[in-house]
């Protein structure tokens, strides 16, 4: 049985699904186990454990019935939730993210105020979602 893991629902599925096919098992060692980037679905693994799984937004409000509401609200907002991958160095996998498609955040900072040794940095995918590396 996979353990919670997310979902991501993506109005660019081919461009979300070429960021994540090449930083995924550099980041994590997930494997694509399922999906091509035509979508509608496509999830990795590592150790038959789902990490992440991407879905097309459309396919899953054309089941919800939900097609005719908006995609996003129409002001921005702050982030409501956001991907955390602990790697071994967060500059060289920030480079690797930007250079697949991700935009920067916030830079690659040491962050002693919120845990011994942290450094991190922030970036979105091309859909938008938040994304933080870390290392301790």
């Keep these: 049985m996979d353990a919670l893991y997310p979902r991501l629902l993506v109005t660019r599925f081919a461009e979300t699904f070429a ?6 098992p550099a980041l994590t060692g997930a494997v694509l186990v399922k999906g091509t980037p035509e979508g509608p679905y496509a999830n990795w693994d590592v150790d038959d454990q789902a990490v992440l799984v991407l879905f097309d937004r459309a396919a899953l ?3 919800l019935g939900t097609g005719g509401l908006p995609a996003r609200p129409g002001t921005p907002t702050q982030d409501t939730a956001m991907l955390v991958f602990r790697v071994d160095d967060v500059d060289e996998a920030l480079a690797l993210c930007l250079s697949c498609g991700g935009t920067p955040a916030a830079p690659a900072t ?10 991190t940095a922030h970036l979105r995918d ?4 938040l994304i933080e590396l870390q290392a301790y």
């Design 19 to 24: 960021f994540y096919r090449a930083v995924l």
């Design 61 to 63: 409000a054309a089941t």
């Design 110 to 119: 040491d962050r002693p105020e919120w845990g011994p040794g942290l450094r």
């Design 126 to 129: 091309p859909e938008g979602h």
